[in-house]
């Protein structure tokens, strides 16, 4: 049943160099909740499209949540499947909606994913408009349902990223309020290097080549919203790596985003 899960368990254990990454800021958006305009841009890829990988948690959960296939933070609980062989500690327990956020839980998005069925996660996808729609998957691979927004067909700019965050922390999408609070509350939290707290969702590709063969190059995504001064704010942060690096882009990402957001909401 879960036998597709194997190649992505496998990529995501290809980076094991030691040496220095080569990293590129291809975009980083702040933006004052309601407002069109950025309160802080830089990078040249902020209308260039990537894969969502983790990020597409997201969405994913507020479309759980509608759907009644997550009925609150912790429920449901799903035991963890030994046959799964995941590379992670954290992957191999049981699973909320709580801790699949937390610990970015491969498996049970794709749980999930089979419990919505195909026809359902594209009336979703394009209910929410979100990216390009394009949930085919690698071509010839019939994988989707379970895949295409991980380093495949699914891909969003960070543009679109700030615009889907701004709609769903403003509760403005066509969902339920329930749905839309109910994913705002189970995100992670976290604390920026001044003491704010924030919360947001990380997420890690790799570039693929044209028989989608995956490659080295990985970007990271880290995405969210937080209250700064008794106003709302989204931030959306992309960098990309030559794939020199162990470890994850997505990491690196957080990191910087935790130590500049302060900087960057300066004067607001």
Not at 91 to 115: D, E, I
Request: aromatic share 10%; hydrophobic share 40%.
């Amino acid at each position: 049943m879960w036998h597709k899960l194997a190649p992505l368990m496998l990529s995501v254990l290809c980076l094991t160099s030691a040496a220095p990454a080569q990293a590129d800021i291809a975009c980083t958006l702040v933006h004052k909740v309601g407002d069109k305009n950025p309160v802080f841009q830089q990078g040249q890829h902020c209308d260039t499209a990537f894969s969502p990988a983790s990020t597409f948690k997201l969405p994913l959960a507020l479309i759980g949540f509608e759907e009644g296939i997550l009925q609150s933070p912790d429920t449901p609980a799903v035991t963890y499947d030994p046959d799964l062989n995941a590379p992670f500690k954290s992957w191999r327990q049981t699973t909320t909606p709580r801790t699949w956020l937390k610990f970015s839980v491969v498996w049970y998005s794709q749980w999930l994913t089979r419990r919505l069925g195909a026809s359902a996660f594209q009336h979703h996808v394009d209910r929410l408009n979100y990216g390009n729609r394009d949930l085919r998957g690698t071509p010839g691979k019939d994988e989707g349902l379970t895949h295409a927004w991980l380093s495949s067909s699914l891909k969003i700019t960070p543009t679109q990223q700030a615009e889907f965050l701004q709609r769903l922390v403003l509760q403005d999408l066509p969902y339920t309020q329930r749905a839309m609070e109910q994913t705002l509350a189970t995100s992670q939290s976290f604390s920026a290097s001044t003491g704010h707290r924030l919360k947001g969702k990380t997420g890690n590709a790799w570039a693929v080549d044209s028989q989608s063969k995956r490659l080295k190059e990985q970007h990271g995504w880290f995405v969210g919203w937080l209250t700064h001064q008794e106003a709302q704010y989204v931030f959306v942060h992309l960098i990309v790596e030559d794939g020199a690096a162990s470890g994850f882009a997505s990491n690196r990402a957080r990191k910087y985003v935790l130590f500049r957001l302060p900087e960057w909401l300066e004067g607001q």
